[in-house]
Structure formats: C-alpha cells, structure tokens
C-alpha cells in the first residue's frame, strides 16, 4: 500500500518538510548555495517538489519550494515514487544505488546531487521528528 493517499498528503509531508528547511543553518545555507533548481517528480501518487536555489528566496530563507507544476527549469530533475522519497528522507534508500537499480532516475549533473548528500543528513532526523508534529506519526518507519 502507497504511503501517501494523494497529492496533497505529499506536499503536506515531503514539501512541507522541505518548507522547514529552508531556513535551516546547516541544510538551507549549502542547498542555497547550490544555485540548483532541482526538481522531484514523483508518481503514486503524481506530485511535483520544486527547490529553487537559483533564484531570490523570500527573506530569511536560502531557497524557495514550489509544489506542484512550474515554469521553472530545472538544473536537475529527480524522478521515483513517493514512496521511494519518502523512504530516502529516513535514511533509509541509498541514491547512489537507487540510481543504479533504477529505483530513482536523475537527469542532469548527478555530480552536483551527489555533493549535497552531506549537507542533507540532518533530515534523516529532523524529518520524522516532522511528521510527528504535524500529526502524521502513522508515516514514520
């Protein structure tokens, strides 16, 4: 059985963790300065995560989220199920061996991913400590 029941459960849990960071010491500041727009295709449910680092974020945030489909290009485009995102933001999907098992399909510079895996191992914590506080302790595995 899927994770998530639709779209909007994916913006709520995966884009709006991604809201939280964006501000994060550790996490915003490195995917900021990235300069990437990257971009999460999902399937089971569809649902579309834009991190755009390339442009001006709102005040006090080192990047923006956009949920759903945008105008924006992206740098690098990500594409796998919900279910696989969901499971990766654990800890718990290796991207280097997702990609080579097709898991996950990257397109673009996959080194510029590859350099921010680092700087995102704080949301393997900071992640299900999320969804319990939003109220969706049922999603942490």
């Known amino acids: 059985m899927a994770t998530f029941k639709d779209a909007a459960e994916v913006y709520q849990c995966v884009g709006g963790f991604f809201k939280t960071v964006t501000d994060h010491p550790e996490m915003g500041e490195k995917i900021g300065a990235s300069g990437l727009i990257i971009q999460f295709v ?4 569809d649902s579309i995560i834009t991190v755009d680092a390339k442009n001006p974020p709102p005040k006090g945030s080192f990047f923006r989220i956009i949920e759903g489909p945008c105008d924006l290009k992206p740098d690098v485009k ?23 098992k097709g898991d996950m399909k990257a397109q673009g ?6 350099k921010l895996l680092p ?23």
């Not at 510079?109 to 590859?114: E, K």
């Not at 700087?119 to 595995?141: F, Q, R």
């Open 109 to 114: 510079p996959i080194p510029s991913i590859l």
């Open 42 to 45: 999902y399937s089971e449910p």
């Open 78 to 100: 990500m594409t796998m199920t919900a279910d696989i995102a969901h499971r990766f933001w654990f800890g718990k999907v290796n991207l280097v061996q997702a990609l080579a």
């Open 119 to 141: 700087a995102i191992k704080p949301a393997y914590t900071l992640y299900p400590e999320y969804l319990k506080k939003i109220g969706k302790a049922d999603k942490v595995i």
